[in-house]
């Protein structure tokens, strides 16, 4: 009987270590599993942190190219005819604080995007596909001759995609001004279709001539922006002169919020 109760005791005894060397390598593995999510959220946070600022870098680009684009169009345009019409001039100074102040509430509106999710102050809402109307009219009134029209029938798109497509109307009209050479006429078009929707910005200047610095990021933005939303850009000189930037987007059924990623498309460098 006492052979028989030792021998329990040994028994539970060895239960009771390997017990605890079970429990002591689960705790451990558990405290392991444990610091490799926090790594892996840190890590999370910083690569999102770091699209984010990507972002908000490519709509200040954005936003500072085309305003300044406009000031200096309009006043060169003012300062020459100063002398022969003074209410150029008048005109002229009117545009570029119209342009100014609107440059200002949207660098405002990104760097909000800045602040804390806990800060309460209102953010302005973000362009869409349906301000671009208005940027083509206003790029008019800064000098250029430009056009638009819409063919097909509009549809709902998802708020990213429509940001990236007045972006890149924006960046495609900048680079207009900046490089298309004197007096160029301009014509900007949005072409839907049951698959697709295609923003198409072309001109007929000095275009793919002008000289480059080799430091613009504007096509690539451009590039980067279609792509993440499933579409293609494509750009290069037009036929018998000038410059044309293309880009098309994908139109899902039921799509309310994303596109799904495609391969980037092959197009010409900055």
């Known amino acids: 009987m006492v052979w028989v109760l030792a021998a329990l ?9 390997v017990l605890g060397t079970r429990l002591r390598r689960a705790r451990a593995r558990t405290a392991e599993l444990e610091a490799q999510l926090a790594r892996d959220t840190e890590a ?20 500072v190219a085309h305003t300044l684009s406009v000031v200096v169009a309009q006043a060169d345009g003012g300062r020459f005819a100063a002398a022969q019409e003074p209410e150029a001039a008048t005109r002229a100074l009117s ?28 953010l302005g809402p973000q362009p869409s596909i349906d301000d671009i109307p ?18 097909g029938t509009p549809r709902p798109l998802p708020i990213g995609a429509g940001l990236a497509l007045y972006r890149i109307a924006q960046e495609a009209l900048t680079n207009v001004l900046k490089h298309a050479g004197p007096g160029p006429r301009a ?39 279609a792509t993440v939303f499933g ?26 919020n994303t596109f799904a990623p495609a391969a980037p498309s092959v197009g010409a460098g900055d």
Do not use: C, N
């Open 9 to 17: 005791a040994v028994a539970a005894a060895a239960v009771a270590a």
């Open 44 to 63: 999370e946070r910083a690569l999102a942190a770091a699209a984010e600022r990507a972002r908000i870098a490519r709509e200040m680009h954005d936003v």
């Open 231 to 256: 579409g293609t850009l494509s750009t290069g000189p037009r036929a018998g002169g000038g410059y044309l930037v293309r880009a098309t987007l994908p139109l899902r059924a039921g799509a309310t």
């Open 95 to 122: 545009t570029i604080g119209e342009v100014g102040r609107s440059a200002l509430a949207e660098m405002r509106s990104l760097l909000g995007l800045l602040r804390d999710a806990d800060d309460e102050a209102a």
């Open 134 to 151: 208005a940027l083509v009219a206003a790029t008019r009134d800064g000098g250029l001759d430009v056009s638009f029209v819409t063919t």
């Open 187 to 225: 014509y900007a078009q949005l072409t839907w279709d049951d698959a697709a929707v295609t923003l198409t910005v072309s001109d007929d200047g000095r275009g793919a001539a002008a000289k480059d610095d080799g430091k613009g990021q504007g096509l690539a933005g451009m590039r980067e922006r």
